[in-house]
């Protein structure tokens, strides 16, 4: 992504960063030294974890089902049309802020399924690389615009690439957030690029999990999906009763970790301006298409943030202004 998402806003929580360790961003999500001390635990470099990391379900027989990168129209609402389908089955979806702009009632139609909702950064950046203001801009840019689309604030994070520190760990906890990662990647992502990808390594992968890695295992797993490729999304019918038949018990990264209200109840973009108005669900999705119109033109050429941003337009209640920044932002995917 070559335009940067808005870095700080008058109407950031202020949140403690004094527990922030002084870790300097490193120079790519692959700036690793093999073999090297990981004294920081980049878990992008060494798969070092923290106790606060979600990295698979700590239950014998539960699965973590979680999808990233949406939503997207057609997959997301493709992978919806399967999910209804199965409604004991419920997955974690990690939201990307830009994205929303685009397809906010693809979100909400998630939301309102029973889906569990969580952040995955606006522009989908490395955020170990990322100086600690740009990193609370990416996640709390997002908060927001998942807020106003399904009025709820998120509480779980996914960082991309699972490229998280101690200092991205730090950060994601003055604001409230629980960083999943996962165990079992299907590699999915590699479809979109790699010509010689065969789908059906994907189910093959989730009946060699099934039936070999969780019979040994003590604990449960989390997969890690994607939900922005139709193709991808096309053999979610296989893999999820796959789960089921060998005995897995699909659900939400939350709802494995006992976590029972996986939002957290005072947002982190209220203080230093007049809480958003009108930031209800209906509201939202109803205004949103004409909003990207209208700020698409008014958007186009500026790359600077802080030419949308300010409390007052914000606590205007427009997604508008979210729109504005997010037009400029929407070049990555
Ligand atoms: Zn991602």
Known sequence: MDVPPPTNQPWFRKADLSKVPNI?????????????????????????????????????????????DGPSHSSTNKLMDYLDTVPDVKASFFILGSRVVEFPET???????????????????????????????????????????IGVTPKWIRPPYGDIDDRVRAIMTAYGYTPALWNRDTNDFTSGTDKSFQLSWIPANFTQWVSVDAKSATTGFCSLEHDILMKTVSVVPQNVPILVKGGMKPQPVSTCNGDTNPYQTVANDTAGAAPLSGATSAGVSSNSSTSASASSANASGSTSPTATGGASTIAGGALGALVGVAIAALTFL
């Open 24 to 68: 300097p961003p490193r120079k790519a999500v692959d700036d690793c030294v093999k073999g090297a001390p990981d004294p920081n635990c980049a878990w992008s470099c060494t798969g070092c974890t923290r106790p606060t990391d979600f990295a698979f379900c700590p239950k014998k027989g539960d699965w973590g089902l979680s999808f990233d």
């Open 107 to 149: 979100l909400l139609r998630t939301y309102k399924a029973g889906h569990h909702i969580g952040v995955h950064t606006w522009s989908h950046t490395a955020l170990t690389t990322q100086t600690n203001e740009e990193i609370i801009a990416e996640i709390l840019w997002t908060e927001k615009i998942i807020r106003q689309v």
